[in-house]
């Protein structure tokens, strides 16, 4: 039975929804430019539809995460054409190891399942940028790309927008009709592209900034002063918020990246000074 014959049943559980359109691949594939200098990092093989193309394109080598391996019988073929150049690997892409992946990937292209598009982002962007990936090129729910990159004062910002706004430049590159996939999702979709500039890497790895964005867009309501004075009410807020030159009437959706920057090193000081003696 050829592989366009087979049956398999996509299971919702995982976001299961297989890219068929063909134009939407090539231009995946022309906006990606892969050379041979590049490691590609796939998420979700699915059925193989775009990971043939990754390991057909000039790149150097190509790893694939896939968690279903009832799909293995559509993937087969592509370990067996590339055994030197791609290799699968079987698991839940949140627990996946990226920083042990050698050679390190250069790109991530990805039809990412859009129900762990959020944690997934912010696993890949703690392990891999220091590595040397600077580059992202993933298919995600168009409501996601529009939170990561809504600019400040909008109702759509959010903690891994602003964090992406620091790293780089995020954009989407064209919206996707549901249409597209198989079977199709109720939803748009977009292709999202995301380019590192190689500032404030260290930013996902560290909890105090992941705390701090947390707490402030907690409950986006209230003030962001009285959301932080519940995170830390040890720190005199006021100062802080004076310091960066933040209104305190302010909401955490107005600041700009810079502002929650301030934020972040007037805190650490504030702490800082409390701890000191005297």
């Known amino acids: 039975?050829?592989?366009?014959?087979?049956?398999?049943?996509?299971?919702?559980?995982?976001?299961?929804?297989?890219?068929?359109?063909?134009?939407?691949?090539?231009?995946?594939?022309?906006?990606?430019?892969?050379s041979s200098a590049d490691t590609i990092l796939e998420i979700g093989a699915g059925q193989g539809v775009l990971t043939r193309e990754l390991a057909a394109s000039p790149c150097t080598f190509l790893f694939s995460?896939?968690?279903?391996?009832?799909?293995?019988?559509?993937?087969?073929?592509?370990?067996?054409?590339y055994p030197s150049t791609f290799s699968?690997?079987?698991?839940?892409?949140?627990?996946?190891?990226?920083?042990?992946?050698?050679?390190?990937?250069?790109?991530?292209?990805?039809n990412i399942p859009y129900n762990i598009t959020t944690p997934l982002l912010w696993r890949l962007l703690e392990q891999l940028p220091e590595a040397g990936t600077d580059y992202f090129l993933l298919m995600v729910q168009k409501e996601a790309a529009e939170?990561?990159?809504?600019?400040?004062?909008t109702k759509e910002r959010y903690p891994l927008g602003?964090?992406?706004?620091?790293?780089?430049?995020?954009?989407?590159v064209r919206t996707v009709h549901p249409r597209s996939f198989r079977p199709a999702p109720a939803v748009e979709s977009s292709l999202l592209e995301i380019r590192l500039s190689g500032q404030h890497l260290c930013l996902p790895k560290d909890s105090l900034w992941r705390a701090l964005l947390r707490s402030g867009f907690a409950q986006r309501r209230k003030k962001l002063s009285n959301n932080l004075r519940l995170f830390r009410p040890s720190v005199c807020w006021?100062?802080?918020?004076?310091?960066a030159e933040i209104e305190e009437n302010a909401r955490a959706e107005e600041l700009t990246a810079e502002q929650w920057l301030a934020l972040w090193g007037g805190m650490k000081s504030a702490e800082k000074k409390s701890l000191s003696p005297g």
Do not use: C
């Open 88 to 110: 699968l690997l079987w698991g839940d892409a949140l627990a996946v190891d990226y920083s042990s992946l050698s050679p390190a990937p250069t790109k991530v292209v990805a």
């Open 238 to 243: 006021r100062e802080v918020f004076e310091s």
């Open 1 to 34: 039975m050829g592989r366009e014959e087979k049956v398999f049943k996509n299971k919702k559980s995982l976001g299961q929804n297989f890219l068929v359109d063909r134009n939407i691949l090539h231009h995946i594939l022309e906006q990606a430019d892969i």
């Open 162 to 172: 602003i964090t992406l706004e620091l790293m780089g430049k995020a954009r989407s």
């Open 65 to 81: 995460v896939e968690i279903d391996e009832g799909l293995s019988e559509y993937l087969r073929d592509i370990t067996l054409l």
């Open 147 to 153: 939170r990561i990159t809504a600019s400040p004062g």
